[in-house]
């Protein structure tokens, strides 16, 4: 089984819709983060957390939240979806100390028509 | 701010030819540099990493890269590609509290 499982791994919408992407992660790591990846302009951070009670803003947050249910669990929620939102999403995981490598799941491609 | 770049947006060899993909990057202390690897439909994987120490770093799938603070540069490098290494790759820095700043990527094609 993967360290870092996303859920979904494709979706379509529609705008408007609410949406939710799951992370789970069995590596025991205490951060988790969130991506997104566009053609030409790599990986951009949307949220990351530090444990449980922790959650910080990343370069590009507007129009996302996310929620820390467990130090497993990481979700990122798109409120109200809208097409240039359309990408491809990344969760990964990291363990403490300075800097460390992040690990990554399979990503979750979604759509908003 | 930190920041990375990848000139390259595309590269294609020939297989069994050596690689170079550059990565140039910004950063005012010592930087923690990162090279990933990402498939068609799979996650980013960790081909290697500098922290410190030696500027000549190996990693998997025989790669290695070097470290050069005078050009501020931290260059992959392969001696003889195989059509598996066909992929996207990233160079990346990470920031204080753990962060990656990523660059936009090269798209390495290789032909027989």
């Known amino acids: 089984d993967a360290d870092v499982t996303q859920t979904p791994r494709n979706r379509i919408t529609k705008t408007g819709k609410r949406i939710m992407l799951e992370c789970s992660q069995t590596?025991?790591?205490?951060?988790m983060y969130w991506y997104r990846q566009d053609p030409g302009l790599g990986l951009r951070l949307i949220y990351y957390?530090?444990?449980?009670?922790?959650?910080n803003k990343g370069e590009i947050s507007d129009g996302y939240s996310v929620s820390r249910q467990a130090q497993a669990k990481f979700s990122l929620s798109l409120e109200s979806a809208i097409p240039n939102q359309t990408a491809l999403y990344f969760c990964?995981?990291?363990?403490?100390?300075?800097?460390?490598?992040?690990?990554f799941g399979d990503g979750t491609r979604l759509s908003i028509l | 701010a930190q920041s990375v770049t990848q000139p390259d947006i595309h590269i294609t060899v020939s297989e069994g030819a050596s690689l170079e993909l550059r990565c140039n990057y910004s950063?005012?202390?010592?930087?923690?540099l990162f090279w990933y690897v990402q498939s068609p439909g799979q996650g980013l994987q960790l081909l290697l990493k500098?922290?410190?120490?030696?500027?000549l770093v190996q990693g998997i799938k025989g790669f290695e890269a070097e470290f050069k603070r005078s050009q501020s540069s931290f260059n992959l490098r392969k001696p003889s590609v195989h059509w598996s290494d066909a992929a996207e790759y990233f160079c990346?820095?990470?920031?204080?509290?753990?962060?990656?700043?990523f660059g936009a990527g090269t798209i390495l094609r290789v032909k027989s």
């Open positions: 990964a995981t990291s363990g403490g100390g300075m800097i460390q490598p992040q690990h």
């Open positions: 590596k025991g790591h205490d951060r």
């Open positions: 957390s530090f444990d449980v009670k922790d959650i």
């Open positions: 950063y005012g202390a010592t930087p923690y």
């Open positions: 500098y922290f410190s120490g030696d500027t």
């Open positions: 990346a820095v990470g920031t204080p509290g753990n962060k990656l700043v």
